[in-house]
């Protein structure tokens, strides 16, 4: 019975299976033959797949069961599927849709899907932007917007799995074939993906995203992402990354005019994106990395070159919580240069902020323009492009950029700076100055200003540290302006030969001869122009502050070297001013230069010198010799000043107190340590020729004060000494040229006559020198006129002296003078042919001898002159008469060097009483250079008479007389009146039977008297032979001074 149950049990549960596996065979079949609609059953399956606890619920058009491939699972296709909320309210919409159901579940009874896939579906999704930044992505809220039915499904996602609901056990969604459009509110611009794949996949954690699109934009460009990420179950965390390549930033283009030249930039890159957002879909971090290379960069209008792009690579974060976003670092390999930028930018509640900072290294100078912005600083641009070249460049650039109420089309640059570092450049600074070459060092660009310092450079073979050059202005308008300051060091000649460059302009008067210059030199210079291609001098701004050192000029002054000198020089527009110290032909002297450029200067240039010289120094700078008057060292001050006119003054001081002098012409001479000043002002006419010096000197007894005129050939015209005080001469002098020679007119209290006589004899061997000189033309004529109180003699005064003579040549060619000696005298030369006529009264003539102080002992007598000179005989003799009137000889107490008669008094005692009363004195007389003759000289007393015939020479003041005395002279001088028998016994008219001879020589001063007493018993006829003739000896030849004389 067991038996037979079981058997029959299992033929029906076998009858079962096979009825269930025909049936199911059968149902295989199929489905496998195609969809299995299951229309009838909508209702029900719409009841079954409304979610508990809301008010939203599914409707469909048809509804099939789909196993056509065994490989898939079984699946419930939906199509026409819609989400109805409220009274028939569609909110989303969804083209097809297919559930599928586990096998294992089916075969349970568990008709429960486990993962729907949506197919096909359309999804708009609106990009939201503050200030430009990215801030959410949601799907369009509409109708038409099919992305809000995959929302529904997604919250099955997080919902707890149920068995009330069909879809109660869903672990995943998948998307087919999705059209995602995704359109920027900003700008309007689309860009959709016709195919985009995605899976959401329940996970302990949340739900797992996954997905993947080629994203095409309006102009056709295609862009793939792949993106993968998790939505946290508690909806607090949205993580998500995107891997994006094909990106190029030429497609975002339109996103803003701001950003269109982004269209040049034809670049594939490829990169990461990581977003981290709340479960709201607001963003909170991003983090950006991309790559990419094989591109180039053309900008129109900003770069005037297209680059080819080898690489590039960038990082970049987003922190939405602290509403920054920072660049780490994009870096762009240009080939030729590399770029690299960093920044922050953050968003604050007046607007958004970003500061960063750009990096463009290795530049080829001669590229610079390549790399440049046509728009930025286009002045300091082309100055740039013009003027730079060779070596290599490093730019970087320091920004802040903001934008006011969070708007990047609002953007504006609060702060640029540039800065740079650059090798081996060439900078022309200047048109056709040198080069700056072998330029190394920095430059910064603010405030629209471009300043370069240089470390170091050379130009012509001078080295250069530390110069500046400053573009100013070069965010305004044209012109912009520059101004350099370079630091130059090199030899002088090297300098000079800089300086002296034609465009820098600066006074060829400042400038000298590089091949007079040597020593070292330093100089700061300083230059300021506007950027014109075209620059003129009058527009240049120079100044230079120069150190020499070990200095050299050749001829500084005259032939005189200056050596070893330290200066310090500065050039300022306006100004040229230098100052230092050095050695004159080895002597240290403090020198100074100054120059004034300005219309309204007080004067134009002005050199000073001060230091002690020898006097030998003189001459060889070029000034008038002072030896050897002069030795020793002077301590001088020299300064010259040339006025705007061009007049000229030279003012200098030297003190003589270190020197000896002697001037033998003056008979005045002193000693070292005497006080002694000599000052002078030489007046210059705009040619550099003389026209006056003052002068005033004080020395040693020796004053003097006056004026040199000069002509404009520097040939000396006049000489006003107001005085001239010199032991007891104190006189005023004037001479000047006139026609054919000079005129001359002292004046004053008191005038030596021994110093004139040595100034003439100086006079006449200066012309013999040189003929041409002043001297020369006095000596060939000149006119003086006298007015003098006093002149002294060597041992006493001639009294007053007044009138005129004129001198022609070796003579006096017209005389009359009044002379206050001897009680009044006169001498007067007068032309008459063929010669002169010479006239000489005297008084007084023995108090003119004591007063002069030339011999005592004779009293009273006036002394008359007359004779006539032979101006067509050589020597220009003179032919005369003198007359001595009454006088008589007086015994002196002798004075020291004045001579007396005393002697000649004693020798004549011995024939009579020489102290007797003399009626007259008559003599011929003749003269013949120094020497004047006196033949036939007779004079007599009531005790004595006396004849003379001899000599005086003028030139050794010396005499040689010879004569008789004759005692009893009334009564031993009758016979000389008897015919034939008296001149035998007597000698002739006024001897006597009875006389001695007689000789006086010797100086004038101390005359010796030699008597022959045995001459008395000799007879007139032979009394010769014991007198002798005073004239044996030769006259030596006449000296200058006295073939002046009359």
Do not use: C
Not at 225 to 242: H, N, P
Not at 950 to 957: I, K, P
């Amino acid at each position: 019975m067991v038996k037979r149950t079981y058997r029959l049990f299992m033929r029906v549960i076998v009858g079962m299976v096979l009825i269930t596996a025909t049936l199911a065979t059968a149902a295989v079949l199929r489905l496998m033959d195609g969809p299995v609609s299951l229309d009838f059953l909508k209702d029900r399956i719409a009841r079954a797949a409304d979610v508990p606890g809301n008010d939203i619920r599914p409707q469909f058009d048809h509804v099939a069961l789909d196993w056509s491939d065994p490989r898939l699972p079984l699946r419930v296709v939906f199509t026409g599927l819609r989400f109805v909320k409220g009274k028939d309210q569609v909110i989303a919409t969804v083209p097809s849709v297919s559930v599928t159901f586990d096998f294992r579940g089916v075969m349970k009874g568990m008709l429960l899907p486990t993962t729907i896939t949506i197919e096909g579906p359309a999804i708009e999704a609106d990009i939201a932007r503050e200030g430009g930044m990215l801030r959410r992505i949601f799907t369009d809220p509409s109708a038409k917007s099919q992305g809000e039915a995959v929302a529904i499904f997604v919250e099955q996602l997080f919902a707890e799995p149920n068995y009330d609901s069909l879809i109660g056990q869903l672990d995943m969604i998948q998307i087919e074939r999705a059209e995602v459009t995704l359109r920027d509110l900003k700008t309007g611009l689309t860009w959709v993906a016709p195919a985009a794949r995605g899976r959401l996949k329940r996970d302990a954690s949340g739900v797992i995203i996954t997905a993947s699109a080629r994203v095409t934009g309006e102009a056709g460009n295609f862009v793939d992402v792949s993106l993968s990420g998790v939505y946290a179950r508690d909806r607090s965390r949205v993580s998500l990354d995107a891997a994006v390549d094909g990106i190029k930033p030429s497609m975002f283009a339109d996103l803003s005019p701001d950003i269109a030249l982004l269209r040049g930039v034809d670049i594939a890159l490829a990169g990461r994106l990581h977003i981290e957002a709340d479960g709201h879909g607001d963003v909170r971090s991003i983090d950006i990395e991309v790559v990419g290379g094989n591109g180039q960069v053309t900008l129109p209008g900003v770069l005037p070159a297209t680059h080819p792009v080898k690489s590039v690579s960038a990082h970049v974060t987003v922190d939405a919580a602290t509403h920054t976003a920072k660049i780490e670092g994009i870096d762009l390999d240009f080939g030729a240069a590399r770029v690299s930028i960093t920044g922050v930018g953050e968003r604050k509640p007046e607007g958004q902020v970003f500061s960063g900072r750009a990096e463009v290294r290795h530049i080829p100078v001669d590229r610079l323009g390549d790399y440049w912005p046509l728009e930025f600083a286009a002045g300091g641009r082309e100055w740039a492009l013009a003027n730079l070249s060779k070596g290599e460049i490093d730019v970087a650039a320091e920004f802040a950029l903001s934008a006011a109420g969070n708007d990047l089309a609002e953007i504006k640059v609060d702060r640029m700076v540039g800065l740079i570092d650059y090798q081996g450049m060439t900078v022309r600074y200047m048109p056709n100055m040198p080069e700056l070459q072998g330029v190394s060092g920095t430059a910064r660009y603010e405030g629209g200003s471009l300043r370069f310092d240089v470390a170091t450079g050379s130009a012509v073979g001078l080295k250069t540290t530390g110069t500046v050059v400053e573009l100013t202005d070069l965010d305004k308008p044209p012109p912009q302006n520059a101004t350099i300051r370079m630091p130059i060091a090199g030899s002088a000649p090297d300098v000079i030969r800089f300086l002296a460059r034609p465009k820098l302009g600066l006074p060829k008067d400042v400038l000298f001869d590089h091949r007079r210059l040597g020593g070292e030199v330093t100089v700061d210079l300083s230059l300021a122009f506007p950027l014109l291609n075209a620059l003129t001098v009058a527009e240049l701004d120079i100044k230079a502050d120069a150190t020499l050192t070990n200095f050299s000029l050749k001829g500084a002054i005259g032939d005189v070297d200056l050596t070893e000198a330290t200066v310090r020089a500065k050039y300022a527009g306006s100004e040229f001013d230098l100052s230092g110290t050095g050695k004159l032909d080895g002597n240290l002297v403090e020198i100074g230069w100054r120059e004034l450029f300005g219309a309204k200067a007080p004067f134009r240039r002005r050199y000073d010198l001060k230091g002690t010289v020898p006097a030998s120094l003189m001459a060889k700078a070029g000034f008038p010799p002072v030896e050897p008057y002069l030795t020793g060292p002077i301590a001088t001050t020299l300064s010259y000043q040339v006025a705007t006119n061009g007049n000229g003054d030279v003012l200098g001081r030297f003190d003589i107190k270190a020197a000896k002098a002697d001037v033998a012409p003056l008979t005045w001479s002193k000693d070292p340590g005497a006080d002694g000043v000599f000052q002078m002002t030489l007046k210059l006419a705009p040619n550099g020729k003389l026209t006056t010096i003052d002068f005033d000197a004080r020395a040693a007894g020796l004053a003097g004060k006056g004026t040199m005129r000069l002509a404009g050939d520097n040939v000396l015209q006049q000489i006003a000494v107001q005085q001239l005080k010199l032991g007891k001469t104190d006189i005023a002098i004037d001479w000047r040229r006139a026609q054919g020679g000079v005129e001359v007119s002292l004046r004053g209290p008191t005038l030596e006559l021994p110093r004139v006589r040595e100034m003439m004899k100086a006079r006449d061997a200066l012309a013999a020198k040189d003929p041409a000189s002043p001297a020369g033309v006095a000596r060939t004529s000149t006119r003086m006129t006298l007015q003098l109180q006093q002149v002294l003699t060597e041992r006493g005064t001639l009294g007053y002296t007044n009138g005129r003579f004129d001198l022609a040549g070796e003579r006096i060619a017209s005389a009359d003078l009044s002379i206050g000696a001897g009680k009044g005298s006169t001498f007067r030369v007068t032309p008459a042919a063929p010669g002169r006529k010479l006239f000489l009264y005297v008084a007084d003539f023995g108090t003119m001898l004591r007063d002069a102080g030339w011999l005592d002992g004779l009293v009273d007598g006036y002394l008359h002159i007359e004779g006539q000179y032979d101006d067509a005989a050589a020597g220009q003799p003179l032919d005369g008469f003198l007359k001595l009137g009454p006088y008589r000889l007086q015994r002196v107490t002798p004075r020291p060097n004045v001579g007396t008669l005393n002697s000649t008094i004693d020798g004549l005692n011995r024939a009579g009483n020489a102290l007797q009363q003399f009626d007259n004195l008559e003599a011929k007389i003749t003269k013949q250079g120094d020497r004047i003759h006196i033949r036939n000289g007779h004079t007599s007393g009531q005790s004595i008479g006396l004849t003379a015939q001899g000599f005086v020479d003028l030139g050794n003041d010396t005499a040689r007389l010879a004569g008789i005395v004759v005692p009893a002279f009334a009564l031993n001088n009758l016979l000389s009146n008897v015919p034939l028998l008296g001149p035998l016994l007597t000698g002739g008219k006024d001897g006597g039977l009875f006389a001695v001879s007689y000789q006086l020589s010797g100086p004038l001063d101390d005359l010796k008297t030699d008597i022959n007493m045995m001459s008395a018993m000799t007879p007139g006829a032979l009394r010769e032979l014991f007198t002798g003739s005073p004239d044996a000896a030769p006259p030596p030849p006449p000296s200058p001074e006295m073939q002046r004389a009359p």
